[in-house]
């Protein structure tokens, strides 16, 4: 151990426990991996954290299980998981509650985490570094002849629509979002849209992840009205896995926008180069 690890590792929070999947892939990606003890149920990135303890599902948590493991820090996100964080609080656990919603949040968001583990250096690397990525996607759209229309589905029952992340990395990818005045509501239940509207907007690519679960596009197809809806007419429902584009870090940032690009690129007729290829592309088109 060097004298600047040893150092980093007294000064910084030693046992941090991530609630949520964006946290832990950011920790990872500094290489401050050694310093999670416990993770969501859902976390899948990398998948190194299948190893480490499970103490959380999205909206509840097992508050023994956190306790055990002693930690300095909790992590957790957004308004779902102020009652977690709350009793945390209670129980006497230091807690920070992140809650980005757009693009430049996710990048403060990293940049805020970097400096509570002592990496604020390698933090700004991995910043630029997905700045650079993004710029390259929206380098490729100009490409495109043209700016397929497409209404994001984060939720089918009610129907919700993209959150500000997402509806902005589906502009940098080449699309148009239908409902664009949704797209700044943080709550999912401000987003919530009308079938027949959906249907009058006429999207020509329909993007579906629903947060938990599997899409299932058969299903969007047969929705009543929506046989003439030219996403449906022409084929273009597509799911993306809600790991990659529904957790605000980096894999929506990396992955999530080169799937969301690829798929409209093949709407749109043109070739994408290699490099930007989603790595994670399991029969997308």
């Not at 945390?88 to 970097?114: K, P, Y």
């Not at 629903?210 to 299932?216: A, F, I, Q, S, T």
């Not at 999530?256 to 409209?264: A, K, P, T, W």
Request: proline residues 5%; contains cysteine.
């Amino acid at each position: 151990m060097t004298a600047e690890s040893a150092r980093r590792g007294t000064a910084f929070p030693r046992r941090i426990v991530c609630l949520t999947d964006e946290t832990t892939e950011t920790l990872y990606l500094l290489g401050e991996q050694d310093r999670i003890v416990g993770v969501s149920a859902y976390a899948v990135r990398p998948a190194e954290t299948r190893n480490k303890p499970r103490v959380s599902a999205f909206k509840n948590a097992n508050f023994n299980k956190i306790l055990d493991l002693k930690p300095d820090l909790v992590l957790t996100f957004s308004d779902v998981q102020a009652e977690i964080a709350g009793e945390l609080i209670r129980r006497g656990v230091t807690v920070l509650a992140f809650n980005q919603r757009s693009i430049a949040e996710i990048f403060d968001m990293i940049a805020v985490l970097s400096r509570i583990v002592g990496r604020q250096s390698e933090g700004e690397v991995l910043i630029s570094e997905l700045h650079r990525g993004l710029d390259a996607i929206s380098e490729s759209a100009k490409r495109f002849t043209r700016r397929p229309r497409v209404y994001f589905e984060e939720w089918n029952d009610p129907l919700i629509s993209g959150i500000e992340w997402v509806e902005e990395l589906i502009k940098i990818a080449g699309g148009e979002p239908v409902f664009p005045e949704l797209r700044k509501c943080g709550k999912a239940q401000d987003r919530v849209v009308n079938s027949a509207e959906v249907a009058a907007r006429d999207p020509e690519v329909i993007l579906a992840s629903w947060c938990g679960k599997r899409v299932k596009t058969e299903d969007i197809k047969s929705r009543p009205g929506w046989d003439e809806i030219s996403a449906v007419r022409g084929g273009h429902v597509y799911e993306i896995p809600s790991t990659c584009i529904l957790q605000p870090g980096p894999a929506s940032l990396r992955e999530g926008v080169r799937q969301i690009h690829q798929m409209l690129a093949h709407v749109a007729g043109v070739e994408i180069a290699a490099e930007l290829v989603p790595v994670d592309a399991i029969a997308l088109l």
